[in-house]
């Protein structure tokens, strides 16, 4: 291993190489600071590595340097891309790419960037006007015929990040093989290759016609038309958290017909600082406060609420007292499920020929949902390019009917191939206000869905490790729990274990190991008790912590009782925790 010393020797060197006459005067002066200063923390964070264009892209912390997100990793990334795009359709008369962009600093300067690079290299390119949803940009490569697409965000992360997301022929993003040999070409580019200087010819700029074009599919989602004019006057909620569903998430929700829309001022001005928010990740309550204080001075029926780029969706309802809570993402996306099951059901469109996708650490009820109703359902790894790539395998042979995580992500139908905050905030409305057609609230419609299928109650903790010893940290995690699984966790003996490094699932009761289908491998262990509790371990693809899923199973058989089963779950997640030293 190397030492202290030696890494910081090797960290000046790669510095060095940034201040030859490849890179701009802006960078050189930046990494000259960074050499000058006595505290190397910094200059070691931004070159002790190359900042990994992973099988989701690019993702990091903004500024100089190889492990930082600027123009020239984004360069390499888009020259390599190229490169790629340019053999494997080498018989195509034209290589067309969409690109996308969102609120964060810099966005709009990666975009324009990567335009100029792909034109360089003799790519078209249609590249919006404006900031956009990422659904929108999936959307679009489908919709023009593009080989490939990228957009620049980071999605939830803080606003010192930003990321660059790529996509393939189908508007999803890059699976296997073409995610590995996409790293191959990317690793190849040295800064001196990277062509800056674009073709404007060849860029066409995108706006109002393509966003009408794709607000009419999302219009095509809505499952009860009829009961959205009975409720038009719904108060909804909504706060885009500062980013790009500002325009189209209302514009979505007046297509489907709803008239009452009331924004969060202050969170409808777009800037890559989130002002008003610590974190803009729907997932955590405070990024919501604001919403959900309009929402109490309105007397709303709903909060929505949509991350930076607009693909993961927020959702906070009232209570049985009457207090806003927000929904986590196993209930957001079993809500979406049992809604289209039903809904198709009752109108006799389910034909058993539909099927539905779950990510492995998302909520089994979702999986008990579609097999009582005998909709077909698939299990995936993390990641929505996992779900479309069950629906192209699909295509033409099966309906999809939706897809979703627990990390407050959904689609509902596949003109999108990635999360669509967009179409889901849009269905969500009309399922508040199917509940409330019913005489029902959304929350109470949750506690129905409990009693009728099963209760579950699911919890997330991440363990957060920085830097280079992080990383190391992390995967020694990994490794200990694979030589020293748990035998009891929560009073209930460990009966399954899954390893998706090696696909096999080994049943500690009778030693039986049996191969799991998945196309590839990922770094993800799972445990399942006697009695139903399921723990998921995943190391983040894309952040410096690993993240353990919890989800233990119960029986809800009266609506009242929920607080007393809600509480009695937690505790024994809480035990859990503290048997795994969490």
Partial sequence: MATNQEVL?????????????????????????????????????????????????????????????????????????????????????????????????????????????????????????DLRPTPELSFAIRELGCQSGIILTASHNPKEYNGYKAYWDDGSQIVSPHDENIIDEVLKVKAADIKFKGDKRLITIMGADMDNLFLEKVKTVSISPEVVQRQKDLKIVYTPIHGTGVRLIPAALRAFGFTNIINVPEQDVVSGNFPTVVSPNPEETAALEMAVAKAVEVD????????????????????????????????????????????????????????????????????????QNKVDFYDVFTGFKYIAEVIRDLEGKKVYIGGGEESFGFMPADFVRDKDAVSSCALMAEIVAWAKDQGKSLYEMLLDIYMEYGFSREKMKYVVRKGKTGAEEIQQMMVNFRANPPKVLGGSKLKI?????????????????????????????????????KISVRPSGTEPKIKFYFEVAGELTNRADYDTVEAKADEKIDAIMKELDL
């Fill in 9 to 129: 020797e090797s960290v000046k060197q790669k510095a060095a190489e940034w201040l030859t006459d490849v890179y701009d005067e802006a960078t050189k002066a930046e990494v000259r600071r960074l050499l000058d200063q006595e505290d190397t923390t910094e200059l070691v964070d931004s070159f002790y590595r190359d900042l990994e264009f992973g099988t989701g892209g690019l993702r990091g912390i903004m500024g100089v340097g190889t492990n930082r997100m600027n123009i020239y990793t984004v360069g390499a990334a888009t020259q390599g891309l190229s490169n790629y795009l340019k053999k494997v359709f080498s018989d195509l008369p034209e290589i067309k790419v969409a690109i996308g962009y969102d609120c964060r600093n810099n966005s709009r300067l990666f975009s324009e960037t990567s335009a100029e690079i792909f034109s360089a290299n003799g790519i078209k390119v249609y590249l919006f006007e």
């Fill in 300 to 371: 709303a029926d709903v909060v929505l609420a949509s991350d930076p780029d607009a693909d993961r969706i927020g959702v906070a309802v009232k209570n049985d007292k009457g207090k806003f809570v927000i929904l986590n993402g196993n209930q957001t996306a079993l809500v979406f499920i049992y809604y289209i099951i039903s809904k198709r059901k009752e109108s006799g469109k389910l034909t058993g020929n539909e099927f539905v996708v779950k990510t492995i650490v998302t909520t089994e009820l979702i999986a008990k949902i579609a097999e």
């Fill in 497 to 533: 274990v899954k390893d998706y490094d090696v696909n096999i699932a080994k049943n500690l009761i009778t030693g039986e190991e049996t191969a799991i289908d998945q196309k590839s491998t990922s770094n993800v262990l799972q445990f399942f008790t006697e009695d139903g509790t």
